[in-house]
């Protein structure tokens, strides 16, 4: 038999002081005076009896009904063990002590199974786990920045905690404690030593910028939007999280002079034409590290962009696309076209010299004995090419931006450069070269000017 649900209020007679509930006049006329009051009987590993349980302050007789049918459903999890019965009568008395919640359903049926105590709520850490390991329909690319977000910044800084017990306020020690990392890391770089960041599990201590802590805060508030959704918490405690707005700084890209002199001063080098397919043509990163020559037509000068070649745990795989867009035709000039046929024969003599050890994966630019480059390498190399060579240090991604600044310049329409760089609308492309559409436009302003008589145009310039 079920508990009892009855109305009460805390009204007291106005002579004698007593509590006039459950005779008070108000509770027979007006249907919303006062509260709700559940009441029942649990075994418990205390008591050899059922134990009385009593819970008030429901606001309508609704909520309190559902309640106490929580309450059974997690009751009815024993499945008639009388021991199992107990401990689950332990845990509905402790958790909505002092106006506590009902654990998760799933979370008590997990934890009764593996025969864990039941008074301790899922983690965030075993939680994002769980969330992770059930986003199987994610890109590759995705998956990847999620898991690095939950390994190196939401397990080691939020993970302990108990899932329905975290609060904004704990969000925002998180998001201190990455700032003091970057505070920490500016002043080791400044003393020429390695920065002390307690609970940094990264390999390599790295500033993170208000970018990435965006994209962090975004995996937390993805993951809590699910436990919310599943009912393991009340709310999504980043709703009442605001962070400092992500703000975009203009690319630092090179003038086409700089482009010119990099390119020929770093002629025979052995990365000499990746740096041109990122400096003219705009390819990512992992595009031109992972390019094959089954992507090549040389014939036609071109080259098609479609699944990238990763290396992951030692092993050369292939990747994902960023987007859909990602998988597009590129067009080469002849010197680029020209300088890969003179490359693959120079490649062809080096895998004649290693023969069978000699680790064939497609690539167009590899070691000499055929294995793949290490990104982090490559960006590297530039920046230190550049240095070398005296030009401003921009970074290989910069590169790229560096492509799609001369397009513009050049005259190139925006849906062409959209469709080189591999964007998904011409909205990205707009949006992140700007300052390149402000200059022609000027230029464009002053070249409709020019077309006019010598008269007309002066009265122009007034």
Partial sequence: MKGSIKRYCTCTDSVTGRQLSPNCPALQSDTKHGLWNYRDRFVTTSSPDPKPFQRRGF??????????????????????????????GDLVFAATKRGGQLPDLADVRRRLGLGGALDQSMTVAEWLTTWIAGKRKLRESTADSYQGHIDHFLIPLLG???????????????????????????????????????GDTRERSRHVGIATQHRIFATLRNALNAAWKTRRVDQNVCHFVELPPETREPARVWSPEQVGEFLARTEGDRLHLLWRLVLLRGLRRGEVIGLRWADLDLEHRQLRVTSPIL?????????????????????????????????????????????????????????????????????????????????????????RHTAATLALEAGVPVKVVSDQLGHATTTITENLYQHVRRAMHDGAAEAVVALLPDRKRGEAAQ
């Fill in 160 to 198: 302990p905690m108990p899932l329905d017990r975290l609060t904004e306020l704990h969000v925002y020690d998180a998001l201190d404690r990455i700032e003091e990392w970057n505070t920490e890391i500016a002043l080791a770089k400044q003393e020429g030593r390695k920065p002390v960041c307690e």
């Fill in 311 to 399: 290396q992951i745990a030692g092993k050369v795989v292939t990747g994902q696309p960023k987007t859909r867009a990602g998988e597009r035709l590129v067009v080469l000039d002849p010197g680029t076209a020209a300088g890969l046929k003179a490359h693959r024969k120079e490649q062809l003599k080096e895998r004649m010299k290693f023969a069978g050890a000699y680790d064939d994966n497609d690539l167009v630019f590899a070691w000499e004995d055929g294995t793949l480059y290490r990104p982090d390498y490559v960006s590297r190399l530039f920046r230190t090419t550049a240095e070398r060579l005296g030009l401003p240090v921009i970074t290989l991604h910069m590169g």
């Fill in 59 to 88: 606001r309508t007789k609704k909520a309190a009904g559902e309640f106490r049918e929580r309450v059974y459903e997690i009751l009815a999890l024993a499945k008639g063990d009388q021991a199992a019965l107990r401990r689950l």
